[in-house]
């Protein structure tokens, strides 16, 4: 296959030579078993490329498995991954295999591998040196054929130098790196995106393809897209719901962006413009807050209006109880949609840990 084609298949838009050299690197380490470390920030296609590396190669017909590592809680991710035997702790009630041997024979995708807890990784480099494991509270050995393919947003050397990742496995899985770089080192791929979203989006709800004037392409092309390509992907397609005219100009991204500080909405925020990317954190926690509070005086407001709050309880109707799990659920809806889906970030306004919020968004099935 050409560079164009493996493109082409798995829905790699850009022409930037970065991403072209990306997908050259992926071609010729698909053939291979060799594990590949995927690095990159939030939303810049890590598992667009884990699976161009697993459906390139030799593999390809068989089984793709991802697991977060971030979003399975710490006690239990042993067992998601190496399986354990009945009665091996409490709540094994029956054995049960893990995502290995679920692989086996195809790829296993661990993401978020930074928040892989140290005694998983030692389990972990036993199992690529070796092929073999045992399940939680068996005493036979497993073994395996898996190939690896490891993502991460966290600079792992980082990880690494702060002892929270094994030196060892850092090394081995690095052996072949995949280091996406942000959308905004890369602002050749913007147009292309752009209008490949416009196309899809318009495709899939059967309405045809807007326009998009100089002056917006231009604003997309010199913003910074700290949320990247689901960042974009994210902007294009509302900007397409709301959109009444056929056209898509400057106004049609207001209040979209991340930072939004070339539309008119910005400006009339008082906020100093200093975009180091604490200040941004700083910002965009301003702007929740403001939201929150917002929120807060309408909830007062009803609450007054009803008269149900500092009553003795009994002429509170049902309605006006809110079960609290729906609460975070739209407090969790909110915080990801305000982020463009950033769970770090989302976390650390929702302050809860982003292993948390993870298990939050499968609970509640936030998609
Ligand atoms: N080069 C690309 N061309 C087209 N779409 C892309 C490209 N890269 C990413 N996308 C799209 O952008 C979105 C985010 O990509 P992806 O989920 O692979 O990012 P990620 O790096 O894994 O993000 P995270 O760190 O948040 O998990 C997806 O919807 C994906 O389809
Ligand atoms: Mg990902």
């Not at 995502?99 to 005694?119: R, V």
């Not at 494991?133 to 036979?140: D, K, L, P, W």
């Not at 989302?346 to 292993?355: M, T, V």
Request: charged share 30%; aromatic share 8%.
């Amino acid at each position: 296959m050409t560079i164009k084609e493996v493109q082409e298949k798995f829905g790699i838009v850009g022409r930037s030579k970065a991403i072209k050299d990306l997908v050259d690197i992926t071609m010729q380490v698909a053939q291979s078993d060799i594990s590949v470390l995927i690095y990159g920030e939030s939303g810049v296609g890590k598992e667009v490329f884990a699976k161009a590396v697993h459906g390139c190669g030799k593999r390809a017909d068989k089984k793709l498995v991802s697991v977060n590592c971030g979003a399975i809680p710490e006690g239990i991710l042993e067992s998601e991954l190496f399986g354990h035997e009945k009665g091996s702790f409490t709540g094994a009630v029956d054995s049960r295999k893990g995502y290995f041997e679920i692989a086996d024979g195809g790829t296993l995708f661990l993401d978020e591998i930074g928040e892989m807890p140290l005694t998983t990784q030692v389990k972990l480099l036993r199992v690529l040196e070796t092929k073999e494991f045992m399940r939680i509270g068996s005493e036979t050995v497993t073994k395996v054929d898996v190939r690896i393919i490891a993502a991460s947003n966290k600079d792992l050397q980082h990880e690494v130098d702060a002892k929270r990742f094994r030196n060892d496995l850092y090394f081995r899985l690095k052996a072949v790196s995949l280091n996406i770089p942000p959308l905004r080192e890369r602002k050749e791929d913007v147009v292309a995106l752009i209008f490949h979203f416009l196309q899809l989006y318009s495709k899939s709800n059967n309405i045809p393809e807007p326009e998009i004037t100089p002056e917006a392409l231009n604003l997309l092309t010199e913003y910074n897209w700290p949320g990247n390509i689901r960042e974009l992907k994210n902007a294009i397609e509302t900007s397409i719901a709301l959109n009444r005219t056929g056209v898509l100009s400057v106004e049609s991204f207001s209040g979209l962006l991340e930072q939004n500080y070339k539309t008119q909405e910005f400006r009339n925020l008082p906020i100093h413009v200093d975009r180091s990317p604490d200040s941004v954190d700083r910002e965009m926690i301003y702007r929740a807050l403001i939201d929150l509070k917002k929120d807060l005086i309408d909830l007062k407001d009803l609450a007054y209006e009803n008269n149900s709050f500092g009553n003795s309880g009994n002429d509170v109707s049902p309605k006006e109880v809110i079960p609290l799990d729906e609460m975070e659920k739209k407090a969790i809806i909110n915080a990801l949609n305000f982020t463009k889906w950033n769970k770090r970030r989302a976390s650390q306004l929702l302050k809860i840990s982003e292993r948390t919020l993870h298990r939050k968004i499968k609970e509640y099935e936030i998609n």
